[in-house]
Every structure is written in C-alpha cells, then in structure tokens.
C-alpha cells in the first residue's frame, strides 16, 4: 500500500488518545494542522486503518463509532453519563469463546465485553452537585426558620 500523508497524520491523531476518540474529534483536531484535510478523507483513512488492523474500530449499541489505537484484545468500560470510554486492563477470558460455541450453531472466533457505569469523575461531580443542593436545602431550611422567628418577635 502506498504511503499517505493524511493516513499517517490520522494514524499519529489516534495515538495520541487514551479515550477512543470519534472521527468527527480527529477530524477536528487534524483540522486545526491541516486545514486542507476533510472529513470524507478522516472517514476513510479511519475505515482503511481499522481493516489493516493498524486501529480498532469500536461500535457500541448507541453512540458514534470510536477508534482505539490498542489493537490487541481488551475490554472496556463505557461511562453512562459522560460517554467517555476507558481501557479494562484485566486479563482477557480466552475461554469464553470456547464456552460461548456450546450455545451457538458455527465457530466462535473472539468476543468484545464492555462494561456499563458511572467513571469517578461523573460520580464525582453528581456527589458535588447533590452536596449542593443540600447545602442550599439547609440553607432554605434555616432562612425560613429565622424569618418565622423574626415574625413571632415582631407580633410580641
């Protein structure tokens, strides 16, 4: 295959992501170096890439597909609030495959596993936002209290 600039510029985008970015945010970044670049070209280098096996290509049930520059297999974890999508770095169940072909008519030849939850940061930020709304409840709570206090001392 021959050499492409903006395969490799796509290539060197990618690899320089830990969080399995979209091709529409590749896009946007390559465009702030190559402004010549469009997005068709991102699209297609993206797809060339991923069937020579040089980036894997994640396609989850809802959501935009992203790319992972990890090729070997691995799991992942994809947070429900904010989307972002990390690494598992657990060791892979080779035997789920072999498992797996008991309860299915053909030949198993790998499998994806993706977690579901809430990433710390989300957590975080929902556990700051509730703290908030606490403080402001007691807050409401205790105005309340003070402005009855003050009206019984003023009908005394």
Same mark, same amino acid.
């Not at 894997?56 to 972002?84: I, K, N």
């Not at 309860?103 to 975080?124: K, N, P």
């Not at 700051?128 to 807050?139: D, F, G, I, M, S």
């Given at each position: 295959?021959?050499?492409? +600039? ?10 320089? &992501?830990?969080? &399995?970015?979209?091709?529409?945010? $590749?896009? @946007?970044? !390559?465009? %702030? ?6 997005? @068709? ?6 797809? !060339? ?7 894997? +290509?994640? %396609? ?13 297999? &691995? ?24 498992? @797996?072909? =008991?309860? $299915? ?5 790998? &499998? ?15 556990? @700051?936002?509730?703290?908030?709304? %606490? ?13 009855? =206090? ?7």
């Amino acid at each position: 295959m021959n050499y492409s +600039r903006q395969r490799a510029e796509v290539l060197d985008q990618i690899r320089e &992501h830990k969080d &399995h970015p979209t091709a529409d945010t $590749i896009f @946007a970044e !390559l465009r %702030t170096k190559d402004p010549s670049i469009s997005l @068709a070209t991102v699209y297609r280098n993206l797809k !060339l890439l991923s069937e020579l096996g040089e980036i894997r +290509r994640l %396609t989850f049930v809802s959501g935009a597909d992203r790319f992972d520059p990890t090729v070997q297999t &691995h799991y992942h974890f994809v947070c429900e609030r904010c989307g972002r999508v990390y690494d598992v770095p657990m060791k892979v169940a080779e035997a789920l495959d072999s498992d @797996a072909e =008991q309860y $299915i008519r053909g030949t198993v030849t790998g &499998h994806d596993l993706v977690f579901r939850g809430i990433c710390d940061e989300c957590r975080a930020l929902e556990g @700051a936002k509730l703290a908030t709304e %606490t403080e402001v409840k007691e807050h409401t709570v205790k105005t309340v209290i003070l402005l009855e =206090q003050v009206s019984i001392q003023g009908r005394h």
